[in-house]
T-cell receptor
Framework: AQSVTQLGSHVSVSEGALVLLRCNYS??????LFWYVQYPNQGLQLLLK??????LVKGINGFEAEFKKSETSFHLTKPSAHMSDAAEYFCAVSRFDQGGKLIFGQGTELSVKP | DAGITQSPRYKITETGRQVTLMCHQT?????MFWYRQDLGHGLRLIYYSAAADITDKGEVPDGYVVSRSKTENFPLTLESATRSQTSVYFC??????????FGQGTRLTVV
């Protein structure tokens, strides 16, 4: 079975500060891992994905995440927050043999203060 | 337009009524999915389909019915709506790669 835990339902940072959103996963097989972003009243947009290639994954809008198998983690970071980064972020896991069938974490709402 | 579209975007219905949410994709993706989004739960899988005429239950299938007679369509039906089914519903599609593409969502309120 697979599962995802996102630590912190709400994170608040100042503009220009480091963004760190935490995600830990559980999987009995090598996982595929994803971060999605959701802006208000919109669908989910893929930020980045890990599919067993490089462990440091770069995504859109300056975000990146590092797959750490020993820690079963896939934390999302951005060096300098921008006001436009305020949104809901979801970490998700899937198996290589199940298409896009995703197991999501509970989500983390990111607020950015001026 | 290319992509994945859901209709309606907003729906209010009464308890006990049947309601169908529509999902249409233009990519001819094999896989299609229905998720519901609730505060504190993230997104939970209701049903999914690996191809036309092949569907399977997800994590929270009770009270829902799906069908997939054509590759591009994957409607979700609430047979007898309950207040607990008030939620935002997302349809998604993917090919054999693990990346899924999401629609804009349908906000359903059951009163």
């Amino acid at each position: 079975a697979q599962s995802v835990t996102q630590l912190g339902s709400h994170v608040s940072v100042s503009e220009g500060a480091l963004v760190l959103l935490r995600c830990n996963y559980s999987s009995s097989v090598p996982p595929y891992l994803f971060w999605y972003v959701q802006y208000p009243n919109q669908g989910l947009q893929l930020l980045l994905k890990y599919t067993s290639a490089a462990t440091l994954v770069k995504g859109i809008n300056g975000f990146e995440a590092e797959f750490k198998k020993s820690e079963t983690s896939f934390h999302l970071t951005k060096p300098s927050a921008h006001m436009s980064d305020a949104a809901e972020y979801f970490c998700a896991v899937s198996r290589f043999d199940q298409g896009g069938k995703l197991i999501f974490g509970q989500g983390t709402e990111l607020s950015v203060k001026p | 337009d290319a992509g994945i579209t859901q209709s309606p975007r907003y729906k209010i219905t009464e308890t006990g009524r049947q309601v169908t949410l529509m999902c249409h994709q233009t990519w001819s993706h094999s896989y299609m999915f229905w998720y519901r989004q609730d505060l504190g739960h993230g997104l939970r899988l209701i049903y999914y389909s690996a191809a036309a005429d092949i569907t399977d239950k997800g994590e929270v299938p009770d009270g829902y019915v799906v069908s997939r007679s054509k590759t591009e369509n994957f409607p979700l039906t609430l047979e007898s709506a309950t207040r607990s089914q008030t939620s935002v519903y997302f349809c998604a599609s993917s090919e054999r790669s693990p990346e899924a593409f999401f629609g804009q969502g349908t906000r359903l309120t059951v009163v």
